[in-house]
């Protein structure tokens, strides 16, 4: 080894020995506040995303911001889990975005809880069998995802974050090339999200809908002659390699998820609140309804109508606003909205995502 070599390695086992030391102090500070909180309710997303938001104001390189988000999701994953092993239900199987999802929001530190759908998902949480659920509810190519929304109507559960996901697809294959391949599996959302790199690249190659990517790249891992489109972590899974990446036709493919449970959420400082509502079967009604928005400035970010499937009222609206439901001006707009709705329900207040 060269001076220069070890002299460097000698500074970073200094600097590990001192970050293990602050780490451990951290954890035991974290245990501490854990035996405050005798409502049992561990997981603060405010909390967590006011240090991730300071850390990365402060963060000055040379690792970018999705790096600090990174390694101090990981910190505090560990440290959660020092208070109280926390499970997390998403649907499975393993590989999925839903799972990456979820990594993404907790770390690794979790009980997870794989499931085959996203009613049992809701199911989980409202029945305290799991502390949290994340679901998908938009993408940015295909739109809402409609079975969540319905549940989102019907369920008891409460918003209490959202992550929003990058979604890379991949051509994944134990073929050497695309002309060796005869079948392409994938989930019917994936497929529809490859589109235009599926006409230009693949005609001709037999594509089949499968209930998940995960699902989809275990059959290629096995099957000969045919291909799976997921995620880079699908591929590792099941050991097989990917031989085209990034085939989503739009580069910036992203999936909005919700994470549910039971109890509300204080706020950050930057936040949003999301509600349901339904308007008097009258003219006018609908624009009359959200017009308190407007008239205390506060920013819609989503608006999307859904069918009630109740009989009582036509359309249900999904509406997203910027600010905390406990902010005046979101109070106040939610008190005239309910005066003038024939429906409103609170879907709950939850931090801001950042794209990262
Ligand atoms: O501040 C708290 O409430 C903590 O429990 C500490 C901590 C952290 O590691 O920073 C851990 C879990 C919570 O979700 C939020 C933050």
């Known amino acids: 080894m060269t001076d220069e070599l070890k002299k460097l390695r000698d500074a970073i086992d200094k600097i590990d020995n001192e970050l293990l030391d602050l780490i451990s102090k951290r954890a035991s500070l974290a245990s501490n506040i854990g035996s405050l909180k005798t409502d049992g309710v561990i997981y603060r997303p405010e909390r967590e995303a006011q240090v ?38 998403f649907l499975g199987p393993l590989g999925t975005f839903s799972e990456e999802a979820s990594m993404k929001q907790f770390g690794e530190s979790i009980v997870s809880m794989q ?30 995802i409609n079975r969540t929304l319905d549940l989102l109507l019907t369920s008891n559960t409460l918003i209490c974050a959202e992550i929003i996901l990058p979604v890379h697809h991949n051509l994944i294959s134990n ?13 019917a959302q994936s497929l529809s999200q490859c589109h235009q790199w599926l006409l230009n690249h693949a005609p001709g190659i037999e594509l089949q809908s499968v209930s998940s990517n995960a699902e989809a790249t275990k059959i290629a891992s096995k099957e000969k002659g045919t291909a799976a489109i997921a995620s880079i972590r699908a591929a590792g899974l099941f050991n097989t390699p990917v031989l085209n990446e990034n085939i989503e036709d739009d580069p910036k493919n992203s999936t909005r998820f919700l994470v549910i449970s039971n109890h509300e959420v204080k706020p950050s400082g930057l936040d949003k609140t999301s509600i349901i509502v339904a308007a008097k079967n009258q003219p006018g009604a609908i624009a009359s309804m959200i017009e308190p928005f407007a008239k205390n400035k506060v920013s819609m970010t989503k608006l999307e109508s859904r069918p009630s499937k109740t009989g009582l009222w036509e359309y249900v609206f999904f509406i997203d606003v910027e600010g905390h439901m406990t902010d005046t001006k979101v109070a106040l707009s939610l008190k005239e909205i309910e005066s003038k709705a024939s429906f409103l329900k609170v879907l709950g207040s939850y931090p801001q995502s950042n794209l990262t």
């Open 52 to 89: 991730l938001r300071r850390l990365v104001e402060q963060n000055q390189g040379p690792l970018s911001n999705e790096s600090i988000e990174s390694i101090y999701k990981s910190i505090m994953s560990n440290c959660r889990a020092l208070e109280k092993q926390i499970s997390v239900a």
């Open 175 to 187: 073929e050497k090339n695309l002309s060796s391949i005869k079948k392409i599996y994938s989930h």
């Open 115 to 144: 499931t085959s759908s996203i009613d049992e998902v809701f199911h989980l949480v409202e029945s305290h069998k799991a502390h949290y659920g994340v679901v998908p509810v938009e993408n940015s190519t295909e739109g809402a």
